[in-house]
């Protein structure tokens, strides 16, 4: 018996000090949870590489879309369609993975250092466009590609100025300069630039201009040969694209709208975006490189508007569509990476005690938060409710609340003080309502740290799987392409 026991005691002895070897070995040389500590390397564990190069990349990208959107978005296309089997294209993906977001100097990120993590491959401050905290400006895998003789493309449903495609085009201290960033865009001979935002392109003289300046960056693109489509969705739309073009189209002075706001015969969707991105650059002989992003996404989980989000995540996924369609012709030359770069307003599938989601309330609704306009007058807000919120039977409980809300906004005050001070507090209320229908629950209007997941398709896609850090997407893309991410003198 005393022999067993010391058997035992000397296993014991060698399995704790072989634990204590490899969690010394393991540790990271820098913990991640010293803000800024980690930029520049990351101790993680390697996927095999593939010799592989793909020809056509594709950077998908949902602006505040983690696993809660997307899943949302999966419960709302079954009940649209009625087919329990439906699914989003996003899901189907073989490969699948999830990515850490946080910021050089926070845990919550922004779509700023988000973006350029996805866009350069390094941390960097919240705010900061492809630049290290520091000011040094790294460059991105679109710059990379462009500079081995790819195509390229940044598409976005934003103003191409904002976070995310700025990080993949230009180099600033804060995303807060759109008309200094818009500079940077005019310089970087993007093969096919489309979103949003013309308003920071043209001279402080022209209508609906942001800048402070007389700068007509559109008339840069022109001298370049670009084929220019500044708040033109129908001549874009016509357009027929020949090998050598070049395009930029910024199709409206702001933001492109909401899905649900967005109207099909004056406004091209997400899909026909990417799928004319697709038709010019394929016409390239290197191959391409292209960033899409679903970036109305974000403003609709700050909004907590449920349908809104949803209706976003299935427009972006129509867009994977049109990539995963060009895949299936070229499965030995394609890779498709779909991620998010944050998530938006902590979207819970669940509602108090009750276990029950009720999506289908979701339906009836026909415009985003953005279209109710409550100026004072309550009846006829009311029958706006009824019309396009599909709120016809609101209890006397609901309308008490929507009354309180509008008690608040004619006293000019937030629903609570944590509140976007875009939002009104009678939309606000109409979200929660909504929501709680639902059965679904926001914890925030701000951004959470929470993990995004990742799926992937083609050559290469094996490696984006497992649980990484988000500047491995761009690390791992320019180590398929042999691309160099460095810094920038």
């Given at each position: ?130 630049q290290l905290p520091n000011g040094t400006s790294v460059r991105t895998i679109i710059e990379a590609a462009e500079a081995k003789g790819m195509g390229t493309g940044v598409i976005s449903t934003m103003r191409l100025t904002h976070a995310t495609p700025a990080s993949f085009l230009a180099h600033n201290e804060s995303r807060y300069n759109p008309n200094q960033i818009a500079e940077d865009i005019a310089q970087s001979n993007v093969d096919f630039l489309a979103g949003g935002g013309y ?172 279209q109710l306009n409550y100026t004072g007058d309550r009846k006829a807000f009311f029958t706006s409710l009824k019309k396009d919120y599909g709120l016809t039977n609101l209890t006397a409980k609901e309308k008490a609340k929507i009354e309180k809300a509008m008690n608040l906004a004619d006293a000019g005050k937030k629903l609570v003080n944590y509140m976007p001070g875009w939002m009104s507090p009678v939309n606000a209320m109409v979200a929660k309502i909504v929501s709680a229908r639902a ?51």
């Open positions: 018996m005393f022999k067993q026991r010391k058997v035992l005691s000397s296993i014991l002895v060698v399995a704790m000090v072989a634990l204590l070897i490899t969690s010394l070995t393991s540790t990271p040389t820098n913990a991640w949870w010293i803000f800024g500590e980690d930029s520049q390397e990351e101790s993680q564990v390697k996927t095999k590489q593939t010799n592989k190069q793909p020809k056509y990349v594709f950077l998908f990208i949902g602006d505040g879309m983690a696993a809660s959107q997307r899943q949302l978005a999966s419960y709302f296309l079954k009940a649209k369609t009625g087919n329990q089997d439906a699914q989003l294209t996003m899901n189907k993906l073989p490969v699948g993975g999830m990515n850490t977001t946080y910021a050089s100097n926070t845990l919550v990120t922004d779509s700023a250092a988000a973006g350029t993590a996805l866009a350069t491959g390094y941390k960097t401050n919240k705010g900061m466009i492809g308003r920071h392109f043209i001279p402080k003289t022209a209508k609906k201009s942001e800048r402070k300046d007389n700068k007509n960056l559109v008339k840069v693109f022109k001298d370049k040969d670009y084929k220019t489509f500044v708040g033109d969705p129908q001549g874009f739309r016509a357009y027929k694209p020949k090998k050598g073009d070049k395009v930029f189209a910024p199709l409206t002075a702001s933001h492109l709208p909401y899905e649900l706001d967005r109207n099909p015969n004056t406004t091209p969707s997400l899909a026909e975006i990417t799928q004319k991105g697709i038709n010019t650059l394929v016409k390239h002989d290197n191959g391409f490189v292209m960033m899409v992003e679903g970036g109305r996404i974000d403003y609709a989980g700050h909004a907590n508007s449920p349908a809104t989000v949803a209706n976003d995540v299935l427009a972006f996924d129509k867009a994977v569509q049109k990539a995963y369609r060009f895949y299936k012709k070229h499965p030995k030359e394609t890779l498709i990476v779909v991620t998010g770069d944050h998530e938006t307003g902590g979207l819970g599938l669940g509602f108090k005690n009750n276990y029950f989601l009720n999506i289908d309330k979701l339906l009836p609704i026909k415009s985003s938060l953005d059965g679904l629950f926001w914890t925030t209007y701000a951004h959470t740290g929470t993990a995004v997941p990742l799926t992937a398709a083609g050559v290469g896609a094996n490696n984006f799987s497992g649980y990484k850090d988000n500047t491995q997407v761009a690390k791992e893309m320019a180590n398929l392409l042999d691309l160099k991410l460095t810094n920038l003198k």
